[in-house]
Structures are given as structure tokens and as C-alpha cells.
């Protein structure tokens, strides 16, 4: 049996609230919009799909083996931006601004489950939280003023890392943390 599963940096609270009244401050009197909530923001390191349930602790070993190298990552927020799909926006998104310690801890994480047959990343890693997954019903033209506004400093330290089921219904996507890492002070 297979579950879809990711590893993901955790955000801390107060910072995801801190871009979550910014973004609506910016989007005030926007309907018809299903914004991810915030309990599910998160910056995801590695994806992997479907996953094979019986091999799950080895996973969770492999993860906390390559975590255990990394301490906390002092992190900043940076702009927002979309990812579009022939030329369609499909997702909004918050980026943070770029450290090579989050780069580094991505690609090791590529690296181990490449050995554990995964397909390997073909794109540079870019750290971003997703905000929203476009429907095709919303106002774009107010979501897509996010891209214009200029985000104060936010700095913020992120201390885990999270191995999450994602199941898929209906009504979106459901995560639960599998198993939690924290990143060695």
C-alpha cells in the first residue's frame, strides 16, 4: 500500500501570521478565494508522492540522519510571486530569501531518497510557502497586485523538520504529521 508523502520545514506561527495579515491587508474586500490555511503553510524541502508504507521508518531514519547535520535556519521572508503553467497562474506563493544551508539541506534530502529510487529534483530548489492554489475563479487581477507589494523585514528561525502524509480529498488536500525533526542547536 502507498501513501503520498513530503518532507517540509515548519514555519513558525507568529511569522506565518505576520504574511498572512499582510497578504490579506493587500487583498481587503477579495471574494471567492480559498487560501491555503495556515496550518497547512509550510516550505516543502522534498516531495515524494507515493510512497511505500512499509518502508516509511526507514524513511523517517534516512530524514533524521541527514537533518541531524543542520542546525536552525535564520530565515526572511522576500517577496511573493506566481508559478504559471502556459502561462496560467496556478500558484501564489511567498518566497524567503535564498540561504544556502535550506539549498544545501534540500538537495541532501534529494540525494538520499534519489537512492531510494525517487525521482531526483530537475529544477533549482526555490524556498517559497504556497499561499494559494489558483481555481480559475478567482479575481486575479487583485491577487496578482500581491506581486507589487514590498515585504518589511521578517525574520524568523526555523528549528524543525516535518515528514508529512498528504491525502487527498474532495475538499483539498489533508496533511498529518508522520514524524518530527528537530534541527540540532
Given at each position: 500500500m502507498t501513501i503520498r508523502t513530503f518532507v517540509a520545514l515548519e514555519i513558525p506561527n507568529d511569522a506565518l501570521s505576520k504574511i498572512i495579515?499582510?497578504?490579506?491587508?493587500a487583498t481587503t474586500g477579495l471574494k471567492n478565494v480559498r487560501?491555503?490555511?495556515?496550518?497547512?503553510?509550510?516550505?516543502?524541502?522534498?516531495?515524494?508522492?507515493?510512497?511505500?508504507?512499509?518502508?516509511?521508518?526507514?524513511?523517517?531514519?534516512?530524514?533524521?540522519?541527514?537533518?541531524s547535520k543542520f542546525h536552525p535556519f535564520e530565515l526572511t521572508f522576500k517577496e511573493f510571486g506566481i508559478f504559471k503553467k502556459e502561462n496560467t497562474p496556478k500558484i501564489l506563493w511567498t518566497g524567503l530569501e535564498e540561504n544556502p544551508q535550506v539549498v544545501r539541506l534540500a538537495d541532501e534530502l534529494d540525494e538520499t531518497f534519489g537512492n531510494f529510487g525517487?525521482?531526483?529534483?530537475?529544477?533549482?530548489?526555490?524556498?517559497?510557502?504556497?499561499?494559494?492554489?489558483?481555481?480559475?475563479?478567482?479575481?486575479?487581477?487583485?491577487?496578482?497586485?500581491?506581486?507589487?507589494?514590498?515585504?518589511?523585514?521578517?525574520?524568523?528561525?526555523?528549528?524543525?523538520?516535518?515528514?508529512?502524509?498528504?491525502?487527498?480529498?474532495?475538499?483539498?488536500?489533508?496533511?498529518?504529521?508522520?514524524?518530527?525533526?528537530?534541527?540540532?542547536?
Open positions: 495579515d499582510l497578504r490579506d491587508n487560501w491555503e490555511p495556515k496550518e497547512k503553510l509550510h516550505l516543502t524541502l522534498k516531495f515524494l508522492g507515493d510512497t511505500k508504507e512499509e518502508l516509511v521508518n526507514e524513511y523517517i531514519s534516512a530524514i533524521e540522519e541527514t537533518v525517487f525521482e531526483r529534483e530537475k529544477r533549482r530548489f526555490k524556498s517559497h510557502i504556497t499561499l494559494l492554489r489558483f481555481r480559475g475563479y478567482e479575481d486575479q487581477k487583485k491577487i496578482l497586485s500581491l506581486l507589487g507589494v514590498n515585504i518589511p523585514q521578517i525574520n524568523f528561525i526555523s528549528e524543525k523538520v516535518i515528514y508529512f502524509e498528504s491525502r487527498l480529498l474532495q475538499s483539498g488536500s489533508v496533511y498529518r504529521s508522520i514524524q518530527s525533526f528537530n534541527l540540532k542547536n
